[in-house]
């Protein structure tokens, strides 16, 4: 069996080397702490709170009175340009609320004979 202050004395030998060759990891002082935040008052949280609802209020507020005043005229413009973007296509007009506000019924399931029936009618036109 070896020496065992022999192999100690080898491990702390490569450690030693290690330590000191040229691409050990080097000591670099630690990161300065940052200071840390005041921490507020509940006097000053409560304030704050306060505000910030009372802006979210007004903010509510302002919103919905544009937003109530604009609408028609923004539903108008709506309705105009997507009438002319869908111009002519008959299967959209057929189905769309916008382009069709009338509607129409969906077909009833049919038989043969009333199909053909129906089919006829259509050619003679």
Request: overall charge positive.
């Amino acid at each position: 069996m070896s020496n065992p202050d022999g192999v100690l004395d080898a491990i702390d030998a490569c450690l030693d080397d290690y330590a000191l060759s040229e691409d050990a990891m080097r000591w670099a002082p630690d990161e300065p702490v940052p200071a840390s935040m005041p921490v507020p008052s509940v006097e000053m949280l409560t304030a704050f709170s306060a505000f910030a609802e009372g802006l979210a209020r007004t903010a509510t507020a302002l919103a919905e009175g544009i937003g109530n005043s604009l609408a028609p005229a923004l539903k108008g413009m709506q309705t105009a340009f997507h009438k002319q973007a869908r111009h002519g296509d008959r299967k959209h007009y057929r189905h769309c609320p916008t382009c069709n506000p009338a509607g129409f019924a969906k077909p009833l399931p049919i038989n043969g004979h009333e199909y053909h029936r129906r089919q006829r009618r259509r050619n003679r036109r």
